[in-house]
Every structure is written in structure tokens, then in C-alpha cells.
């Protein structure tokens, strides 16, 4: 495989200016773009600053933004990106220091989200809650691949860049994941949470966090559903009053 | 006493794998004041890779499933020289720890009719593992975090620890460094808990993530704990041969539970020619029998595939070594095969492993439902660790507890798949509970300024020596040189004189690592986070080392090449490893407690 030429940026802290180092490496066929930071660590750059863990996208420690766009480094082969590679930070967060930024504002707005299932009170807590694979409640169920929360959504996403108290995709969409669930009793005070000014009703479904997605989730069809689900939620609510379970 | 930001908790985790958070959610539902520490973020950590399931005799799938053969599969997979409590107490709490994950929220894969599925796992009698698809680790971490953060435990991430503080013979607690700023932080904490995983990043070709540097082990050895049955190491058989990058990356047994099979390179299905005798009972003797048994037929034994994990490991290296192996050096497992068996093969294969279907599409190019995969042995778990106490969980260091892969005893010579799940909620939720009540009954301990000024020196001393001049080396060669060797020397297949030369090795390599210098500054700095891990993989290096010299006979997971059979008397010997007054590792045996009778009893009616 030819020499690669891979810039990454260098930045001491979210005050500092940018600014780029550039090196050429010489890498293996099948080499991921993780490999080539691998590379500068252990060459040039002895002190670049990135978070990795498992090496095959299943902790979501690596999303970088690769060429312009949010890529888990690790599950991206550099043959398929080319023989430059511009590697940047996640956008929407402030750096910490060169390729790692703070999670926190993302972690935060997901936990304004109610996150934690709550389960119905008339589930009988020493056993499971039986969900048959015909039941119209399986059926209701979201059954997307699971969320590795690695922000590549939440950096991609325009409107988080422009209102910052806008929870993002993520937290949406695992929102939906819980009030979808008929085992969780907090429903309406979770669609209510989420789908106000700084929830699903901000989102103008331009799909950015469905294209970056590793894992192939479509945050914005969880959203599209959320908000249908808000519509409905009086009318639901007044059926359920006129005939009671 | 030095300036750094002390932080006050009753009880102090460290690690949020599975066995951190439901050791965390445990003592906070005691009341007491928990701190967790973790050097990723949190949702990070290694669990979140566990990909099989979790084993639970909930007989949801079938009915004749119990504790008692769980028990039995256990200790016949750990070759009896288990701590007997633990595979006890294991199998009874399992399934209620399984159902308490779904009332938390977690959601397992479902039978038709609507309960927990239970999928076919190697050494386990029945279909035994709850699971969600082949992200088990990942739902069962996500549904952790979010109850735990909601009970108010505080969290610490990336924040790494460097030393246990102690009070005498106390430990009170901890010693870390911020790696965002360089910071050192002080934790006074009543009892701590370390639940820090495993060592696979001492070895060249591991599952394991990045962060599994056998800090938990190293932190214990040096406070004064024991160390138990270190040398057993697992290899689980099936890793990534292929690209380099991903070497090592795990390919779950599930591939071979739902009907892949393992052949050479002339096609053959070796593990049929091996069947070792005290597992001919319940393994089938023909290929036919071994594909119903998959499909679920209840009557039929399992496929020689799906033997214990050591034997599998053992068997594959036997191939190459041999001169039939693949290209790359492993060997072929193939689940494309059952198209022939059944239609829409490749959606049913989609669907049934989907996370195995990515990584192989993604990162080798290879597509599994039509291809075969080429895996060879990886290294993957380490049944030694800390020695604990069964029921408390806690090590002989007063206020140290220790659950998960970094404590020992409940595996054995061997870990059966899907224990390892259960086993950091079984015992993770005891050793929460019992720190919780150590810590209720104890008063706060003196934490000691002169330790923590030795240990922040001692922490800073790389940035001492400058590297850009050449006089000194980084960490990451050294790293590199140790995981080589280890994986050399000290892997599947053991011998004396390649172990001694390799205790030589390591002795070479603590002086370099005592010498590593790193450039730049303290605030998140790779090269300094990697010289301070050194000292842990050093650490839990030669403990394996010696163990695995001392053990002269061959047993699960240890494997000796100049000793190939088992020894009786071994078979009823512990070794024990402790830092000796003089800073050696000390290392001694200790007869193994013995079975009594009501489990013996257990045994013998589940043969």
C-alpha cells in the first residue's frame, strides 16, 4: 500500500487556536483509519491525544470527524477513504485536547431526557414481563440496532449546532426506545419531555445523523415516530379515559 | 498533606464494567455514600463486548435445567479445582440477577410465546444463555449505567488509579490521576471494591480492549492481597486471523451454537477426531446429530464444536501446527453451510449474528453467510485474581474487595462462555453489599501524606527524563516487546525453559519500564497513561509466569507441553502468589478446600 498523508489536529484545549500536523505513514493493506492514528502515536506524535478501547465499534469510544465526516475510526478501512486523511474532533463539543472533546453537554442532555426505565407498578418485579413475537406490543417495540453512544449523530446534527439546548438525536431516539416500551409506565411524561422546543418538534429531518450513524440507526425515524406519537398522545389519552383497561 | 482534591465516599468502585455498576448500584441501595471510579468514559468499559449471553438456569427453554446442573457444568468445565462456594452460589443467584436486569429495563431476546430465550453455549448442558442478539455485554451495561446514575452513585471517569492508600493493614482508599487535566485526585473511602476486568492487553493477540491492563490485580498484589490461580489463562478459539488490525477480535461461540462448524484446510472437521473422554457421554459422535442439536432438537448431544473453550484452542493450534491451516494461519469456521440445511440461510444468519456479519463485512471484507471465516486462538479471559472470600467477596486486606474477571476462584481451571456475565452480577452485587456493610461498620481510616507524596513522585517520574534527546525510550516499545513476548513464551502451549527465559525477559523489562520517559505535558497524555499501565502489565505478567512455571502438570486453560497429563496432586493444590516483605513476588502452595458432600452428591447425579 503507497504512503499515507494523515493531518490531525492539534489543539491544547477548546480556547487554543487550530492548527494542523501533517505526516506521511506507511500502513497495511487492510489498515482502519484507527491504524494510521496508531501510527503518529507511535512515531511522530508520542503525545496525541484520542480515546479508543475496542478496536471492532462496539464501545463507541473513537468517532472522529474523517475527511468531513463522522466516522468510527476504528470500523473504517483507510482504502476506503483515500490516501489523505484529515482527522478533526466530533463538532458540537469542546476539545479537550487534540482529537478527544467533552462529552459531558452530550451525556447531560440525555440524561434531561428521563433515560432510566421505570417500570409499571403492576409488573411483578421477581420475574420478566412476557412479550410473545406476535404480540401487537413486540410489534410497537423499536427494534433498531442498539445505541453505542459515540456522538457521531449529535456532532452531525445542524440544529444541535444551532440551538445548543436541543437534546439531539440520540437522546431522542433512545427516548423513543422507552416509550415505546409497555413495561415502562412513564409515557406521557417522557413524550411530554421530549418533544417540546428542545426536543423532537426542533428537528428538521435532514438526516445527518442517519447517514453517520456506525451502527445504522435512523435516529431521525425515531424522531419522525416521536412526533406522530405526540399527536396522537390527548386522543390516546381520551380513549383510555372512555374505556378503561 | 500534598494539595490534591479529595473526594469523600463510604464505599469506592473502581471499574464500570458489569461487576463496577452492579457492585456500585448494590451499595448504593444500601445507603451508604458510593463513588465510582473508571479510567474511559463510562459505557465504555470491556463488558459492553461480551457478545454470547448470560448463563442462568431459568429452564425457560428447558425444563430440566436447574442450578444443580449448572453447578455440575461449572466444575466440570473449571476441572473441579473451582472455589466450590462460588460455583454454588453462582449457580442459584444467576437467574434471579437475569430477571432483575429486565426489571430494570433491559429487554432479552424472547421465546415464540414470549419468555427469555436461552441460547446453546460450549460446556453448558441445556440452552442456558439469555441474550440479546449478539450484544448481550452492550444492553447489559446501557441498563446498568442508566439505573445506577439514576440512583445517584457519583461517577469519576477517566480518572486512573496508581495506588491503594492504606491505614495499617487497611485499605482506605485511593490514589488517581484526572487524565483530561494530569490532576492527581485523593479518595477516602471506608472499603473499596476493584473491579477492573482483565490482563489480555499483556498478550500480542487479545479480545480484550485497550484499557484491560490488569490494573485491579496489580493495585490488590501490591496493597498486600493474594493472587490465585493466575495461571490460568483462557484462549478463546475463535479470533480474527485477518486483517492485522483486527487480530484477535473475538468471533463468538454463538457462530458455532447456531450450527458453525470448524474444518481444516482440506475440509475436515477435526474436532470430531478428538472428543476427550469424560465429555463422550454428551457429545455426539456424528455430524448429523450435532446440526439437530443446534436446531434445538432437546434429544440430540451437541456437535464436538462447541466443546469447552481450552480443548477447542488446543485442537486448532494442533492443525496449524501441523501444517493444515489457513492461509493466514488458522483455521475455517464456516456458518454458510447451513444454506444447505435450510432456506434464507443468509437472512437467518443476518439475523442470529448480525454484529458478527458487520465486523467481518466491515473490517476483513469477508461476507459470512456466503464465505467461511478464518479464526485462530485469542487470548481472552484470566481466571485468577484477586483471592477473595466466596460469600463477601473480600480479599485478605481488610475494607478490599474484589469481583468480576479480576477476582479468582469461581472458574476454575476454565470459564465456561456466558459465565463470565453472570458471574460480575452474581458477585458483583455481593461484594456491593458487603463493602456497603464493611463500611457501615467501620470509622473512617488515616489516609498518609507520605504515601501519597511517594506515590504522585513516583507516578510523575517519567516526564523526568526527556526522550527527544535519545537518552531514555517511551513506553510504547516496551509495551509492544512485553506483549510479544508473553504471547511467545507464555500462550496456549507452555514449556519450562521458553517460561524461564521469559521470567528472564520480564526482569529486563521492568528495568526499561523503570526508565521510559514520556514528551509533552500532563493533560492527556497517551505516552504517560501507557508508562504508568506498564507497571500493571508488568505486574500481572510475572504472575502468570511463575504460576504457570510452578504448575507442572497440564489443566483447562494451562496447558504444558513437557507436562501434558494431569497430576493428582496439583489437582488438589492452589498457588498463591503475594508481594514478600522484600518486594519479591512470593509464591507458595496451599491445599485446595475439599468438596463437601452434598455438592459431591450434585456431581455425581449430573454425570
Redesign the interface.
Known sequence: MPKITVSVQRR??DQDARSFETHEVEL?????V??ALFAL??GPC????????????????CAMVVNGREQLTC???VKDIGNTLRIEPLRNLPV???L?V??KPF?AAY?RTL???T?RDD?D???????????KE?KA?SHQ??C??CGACYSACTLVTLHPRYVGPMALHRALN?IV?P??KSRSERLNLVTGEAGAFRCHTLGNCRDVCPRGISPTHSIERLKRLAVWEPFRKMFARIFPA | MPDYPTHEHDVLIIGSGGAGLRAAIEASAAAVKVGLVCKCLLGKAHTVMAEGGIAAALANVDERDGWQVHFADTMRGGQYVNNWRMAELHAKEAPARVRELEAWGALFDRTPDGRILQRNFGGHKYPRLAHVGDRTGLEMIRTLQDHGVHLGIDVHMEVAIVELLKDGDRVVGALGYDRERGQFKIFHAKAVVLATGGIGKSYKITSNSWDCTGDGHALAYHAGAELLDMEYVQFHPTGMVWPPSVCGMLVTEGVRGEGGILTNKDGKRFMFDSIPDNYKAQTADNEEEGWRYTQGDRNARRPAELLTRDHVARCIVREIKEGRGTPHGGVWLDISWIKKRIPNAAEHIKRKLPSMYHQFKQLGDVDITREPMEVGPTTHYIMGGVRVNADTQMSCVPGLFAAGECAAGINGANRLGGNSLSDLLVFGKRAGEHAAKFAKESKAGQISAAQIEEGARSALEPFDRNVSAGQFEGPYQVQYDLQEMMQREVGIVRRQDEMERALEGLAKLWERARRVGVTGHRQFNPGWHTALDLRSLLTVSEAVTRAAIERKESRGAHFREDFPDKDATFGKTSLILRKGPDGAMQLRREPLPALPDHLKKVIEEMK
Not at chain 1, 28 to 32: G, I
Not at chain 1, 46 to 61: E, H, I, N
Request: hydrophobic share 35%; aromatic share 10%; glycine share 4%.
Open positions: 491544547a484545549s497495511s493493506d487492510k489498515a482502519s484507527l491504524d502515536q507511535r508520542p503525545d496525541l491525544a484520542f480515546r479508543f478501547s475496542c478496536r471492532v465499534g462496539m464501545c463507541g469510544s470500523s473504517v478501512l479537550k485536547r487534540d478527544a467533552d462529552m451525556f440524561q433515560p432510566n426505565f417500570p409488573l418485579p421477581s420475574d420478566f414481563y412476557r412479550l410473545p413475537l406476535d404480540s413486540w417495540m440496532p442498539q453505542i453512544d422507552l416500551d413495561r415502562d
